[in-house]
C-alpha cells in the first residue's frame, strides 16, 4: 500500500525584518519541510525547516530576497540514476515573503 | 478486508453456516468478525486479570538502520557513520539523528533498547516473527501474534476487538514464510481485527463494518433475525461450542450495525489540527486512530507502517535502483520526518488525554542494517544489533539499555533479545508473567514467553 498524499498543505508566513515567522501548517503532509532562499530570482539555499516556527537566512549580501516554505510531495519512491527523486519533488506551501539587504 | 480465519462451521443438514450466509445477496463478510469474540462468549475472561494496560505497537516494516536513526556512530569512518548527524536530546549524553528533532525533545519519556540481536536468519519475516510473537518459528508451529496472546486471555473490553492491526497486515516481505500477525493455535477467534484501507484516504471507510454492497442496514437486521431462529433449532442438537459461535455471531452483528463502535474508526471526528499533528499520510492517521481505539477500549493495536517493502518510500535502504531503491533521500525526506511527527504526536495526544500512563508505546521492526554501506550507499539485512525503543505505562524514559560496539556491528554490553523485549510488553501491560498462564496448543497452560523482562526498563 504506497501511501497517496491527499490535499495540498498551507501555512502563512509574517515578515519580521529578516525573520520569517511561519503559522500552523495546515493539511500537514508529514514530510520534510524546507525554507527556500531565493536572491535576485536565484535560489540560494534551501534549509530544513524544523518544528520552530522562526527562520533568518544568514545571508546578507546586497540584493531581493524572497524566502518560501516547502514541503516534499510524495508521488512515488522513483528515482533516476543520480539517486534524485523522479516524480516525488518539493512544492511550495505559503505564499513567498520578500526583503531587500 | 478482514482476515478472521476460514473456520468450518457445520450446520446439521451439512450445510456450513458460511456458505449458507453466503447465499443471496453473498458477500456477508461482516459476519466473520464473529470469530473474535468467542473467547469472551465462552466466560474465559477474568474481569479482575482484564484491568490491564493497552499496547500500541509501531511496527516499521522494512527495518531503519541503527547509525542513520537511534544509534549513531559519528567517530566511526565515513562509509560507517553515512550521511546523517547527531543531534542532542533532552536526555544529557544522549544524541539521535538530526532528523528528528521533535522526538528529541521527549527523549526523557522513551527508553532506547540498543542491544537487540538474534541470529536465525535476516529475511524480514525472521524479524517479524520474533518481534511481533517473541519466537522465530516455521508454517507448521506457529506462534501467536501478541494482540492475539492478549485477546485471548483478556478478551475484549467492550464492543472493539481486543486486537487490531492498522491499516493493513504485512503482505509480500521478500518470502512466502509468516509474519507473525496472526492467532496460530488460539484460533481465528482471536485473529487480530484488520482494519483494511489507508485512513488518510479521503474516501476512507471500514469495509468490514459497512453493509455489503446491495444491502441496507434493514436488509442486515432481517438476516439476523434469520440467522437467530436457525441457531434456535441448532441450539437444541448441537453442543456447547455451538452456542459460543452463536454469542459470537451476535456481537459480530453489533459491531456491524453499532454506531458508536463505527464512530471508533472515523477520523473525521477528530480536530482537524490534531490531524495534522499527527501528519496529514498513512502512518500518521493510523496512529491516531490506535489511539482512538485505546481510548475506546481495544486492548492492542499494532500500527504497520508498510506492508510490503517493494516499489515504496520504506526503511529498507538497499539502495538497489531497482524495487528495493530506498535511500537516504527516502530516510532525509519521507521517513524520518514522518516518523518524527507521528510517534510524538502519539505520545503527547495519549499523555494530554492521560491515557500514557495505562498505554505502552513499542516502536519495533524486524532487525539492524549493515554497518558498512553497501556499494550503491545503502544498507543490507543485519540482526546482529540495532536499536528499538518503548514509552509509556510504567516504562522509564530517558535511559539507554544495553550499548552497540564502536560501528554498531554486535553488541557491546546488555544484549538483549527479542523474546525479552516481548516480555517486556507483556510485564509493561500489567501481566504478571509467573502467574498468569497461555492456554496452549491443545489447551496445555504455558507460559506467556520463555524470558525474562528487561528490569532495568521498569527501574
Known amino acids: 500500500m504506497d501511501q497517496k498524499l491527499e490535499g495540498k498543505p498551507s501555512a502563512s508566513l509574517r515578515l519580521d525584518g529578516r525573520k520569517v515567522t511561519r503559522g500552523e501548517i495546515t493539511n500537514h503532509w508529514g514530510t520534510r519541510l524546507q525554507w527556500k532562499v531565493s536572491r535576485d530570482g536565484k535560489e540560494i539555499a534551501a534549509v530544513t525547516a524544523g518544528p520552530e516556527p522562526a527562520f533568518e537566512h544568514a545571508d546578507t549580501a546586497p540584493g531581493k530576497y524572497e524566502i518560501v516554505l516547502q514541503q516534499f510531495h510524495y508521488v512515488g519512491y522513483a528515482k533516476d540514476k543520480d539517486g534524485k527523486f523522479t516524480t516525488s519533488k518539493y512544492v511550495d506551501i505559503s505564499e513567498p515573503v520578500s526583503y531587500t539587504v | ?459
Open chain 2, 1 to 459: 478486508m478482514l482476515h478472521i480465519g476460514n473456520e468450518h462451521i457445520p450446520l446439521c443438514s451439512g450445510t456450513n453456516r458460511r456458505s449458507f450466509l453466503q447465499l443471496g445477496a453473498g458477500a456477508m463478510t461482516g459476519m466473520t468478525l464473529a470469530n473474535l469474540y468467542k473467547l469472551k462468549a465462552a466466560g474465559a475472561v477474568d474481569e479482575k486479570k482484564a484491568r490491564i494496560r493497552n499496547c500500541i505497537t509501531l511496527f516499521l516494516v522494512g527495518s531503519p538502520g541503527q547509525h542513520d536513526t537511534w544509534d549513531m556512530k559519528p567517530d566511526a569512518p565515513e562509509d560507517v557513520r553515512g550521511k546523517f548527524k547527531p543531534i542532542s536530546t533532552s536526555v544529557p549524553g544522549v544524541q539521535i539523528c538530526e532528523h528528528f528533532p521533535r522526538m528529541a525533545k521527549v527523549m526523557d519519556r522513551v527508553a532506547l533498547i540498543r542491544s537487540l540481536h538474534y541470529n536465525t536468519g535476516s529475511s524480514h519475516e525472521n524479524g517479524q516473527r520474533w518481534m511481533m510473537t517473541g519466537h522465530d518459528f516455521n508454517a507448521a508451529n506457529k506462534q501467536p501474534h501478541m494482540g492475539s496472546v492478549i485477546s485471548r486471555v483478556f478478551g475484549p473490553k467492550g464492543d472493539l476487538p481486543a486486537s487490531i492491526v492498522l491499516p493493513v497486515g504485512i503482505g509480500n516481505t521478500g518470502t512466502s514464510t509468516p509474519h507473525g500477525q496472526e492467532s496460530a493455535f488460539l484460533g481465528s477467534a482471536h485473529a487480530p481485527f484488520f482494519l483494511g484501507s489507508d485512513p488518510a484516504r479521503a474516501d476512507f471507510k471500514v469495509a468490514d463494518l459497512e453493509p455489503p454492497k446491495g444491502q441496507t442496514e434493514f436488509r442486515v437486521e432481517a438476516r439476523r433475525k434469520l440467522l437467530t431462529e436457525i441457531d434456535e433449532v441448532q441450539r437444541q442438537v448441537e453442543t456447547s461450542s455451538t452456542l459460543e459461535r452463536d454469542t459470537a455471531y451476535a456481537r459480530a452483528f453489533n459491531l456491524l450495525t453499532n454506531p458508536t463502535t463505527k464512530k471508533a474508526f472515523d477520523l473525521n471526528e477528530e480536530p482537524a489540527k490534531l490531524r495534522d499533528r499527527y501528519g496529514r499520510n498513512t502512518f500518521g492517521q493510523s496512529c491516531l486512530m490506535a489511539r482512538r481505539l485505546i481510548e475506546r477500549g481495544s486492548r492492542f493495536v499494532t500500527v504497520n507502517q508498510f506492508d510490503t517493502v517493494f516499489g515504496i518510500s520504506c526503511w529498507d535502504m538497499h539502495a538497489d535502483g531497482s524495487s528495493l531503491n530506498n535511500t537516504y533521500a527516502d530516510y532525509e525526506h519521507v521517513l524520518c520526518p514522518q516518523f518524527d511527527l507521528a510517534f510524538t504526536a502519539l505520545l503527547e495526544d495519549l499523555q494530554q488525554r492521560g491515557l500514557l500512563e495505562e498505554t505502552v508505546i513499542a516502536v519495533i521492526s524486524e532487525f539492524g542494517r549493515t554497518p558498512k554501506l553497501n556499494a550503491r550507499g545503502g544498507r543490507d539485512h543485519y540482526p546482529s544489533v540495532w536499536t528499538n525503543f518503548l514509552a509509556g505505562g510504567p516504562i522509564r524514559g530517558g535511559r539507554v539499555i544495553g550499548s552497540s560496539d564502536k560501528i554498531g556491528a554486535a553488541p557491546h554490553d546488555r544484549p538483549v533479545t527479542p523474546p525479552q523485549v516481548v516480555a517486556s510488553i507483556y510485564q509493561a501491560m500489567g501481566i504478571d508473567l509467573e502467574t498468569t498462564m497461555l492456554p496452549g496448543p491443545g489447551g496445555r497452560p504455558i507460559r506467556f514467553i520463555e524470558a525474562e523482562p528487561i528490569r532495568e526498563l521498569f527501574a
